[in-house]
T-cell receptor, first 118, second 116 residues
Framework: DAKTTQPPSMDCAEGRAANLPCNHS???????VYWYRQIHSQGPQYIIH???NNETNEMASLIITEDRKSSTLILPHATLRDTAVYYC???????????????????FGSGTQLTVLP | EPEVTQTPSHQVTQMGQEVILRCVPI?????FYWYRQILGQKVEFLVS????????KSEIFDDQFSVERPDGSNFTLKIRSTKLEDSAMYFC??????????????FGDGTRLSIL
């Protein structure tokens, strides 16, 4: 799986958009970008994932550059409860059939500590 | 919304004792995982499990570790003879089947294992 690079920490004012960048310059065509977050003492929480198109769900938006070498996670209106470590993870797309080979684990880096300030 | 549940939330065990950590994955999921996180360090993969057998395991997952799905709902991690360095948060995760096979994993809130 491709390596990702994220800033170690970021601050964001409450109510403003939080934009978390991730570089994955060695990503290959069959690798997805996943974002998870970990609030202190809790398990990692899935946020969003994408391959090449921008994606949006109720939690966030994911913007992937056209060359797919970087992406940005956007929390449109950050709240204090969004303070967490955010992980950008690249993972190889599994085969279409159900098989043990598609069980692929996630490889977590150090992530970005986002602190939302009141 | 369905979630992965783990018990106990905190387990304290004497070094050398056996410990079993329990997980109830989301009901229609077919892929199961254990990860651990030593305090202040990264989340590390231990093992994945599918179709009643181990799919992949890391170097951490040595002969002291085993996993089992004893019935249709539970997924367990056993550490046979615990060591001080096994102290960590242990997270269970599960993933649904089907297409696309890039469905995300969903994690429980973990069991904090403290070895004395």
């Amino acid at each position: 799986d491709a390596k990702t690079t994220q800033p170690p920490s970021m601050d964001c004012a409450e109510g403003r958009a939080a934009n978390l960048p991730c570089n994955h310059s060695t990503i290959s065509g069959n690798e997805y970008v996943y974002w998870y977050r970990q609030i202190h003492s809790q398990g990692p929480q899935y946020i969003i994932h994408g391959l090449k198109n921008n994606e949006t769900n109720e939690m966030a938006s994911l913007i992937i550059t056209e060359d797919r070498k970087s992406s940005t996670l956007i929390l449109p209106h950050a709240t204090l409860r969004d303070t967490a470590v955010y992980y950008c993870i690249v993972r190889v797309r599994g085969p279409p059939q159900i098989s043990s080979g598609s069980a692929r684990q996630l490889t977590f880096g150090s992530g970005t500590q986002l602190t939302v300030l009141p | 919304e369905p979630e992965v549940t783990q018990t106990p939330s905190h387990q304290v065990t004497q070094m050398g004792q056996e410990v079993i950590l329990r997980c109830v994955p989301i009901s229609n999921h077919l892929y199961f995982y254990w990860y651990r996180q030593i305090l202040g360090q990264k989340v590390e993969f231990l093992v994945s499990f599918y179709n009643n057998e181990i799919s992949e395991k890391s170097e951490i997952f040595d002969d002291q570790f085993s996993v089992e799905r004893p019935d249709g709902s539970n997924f367990t991690l056993k550490i046979r003879s615990t060591k001080l360095e096994d102290s960590a948060m242990y997270f269970c995760a599960s993933r649904p089947p089907g297409l696309p096979s890039n469905q995300p994993q969903h994690f429980g809130d973990g069991t904090r294992l403290s070895i004395l």
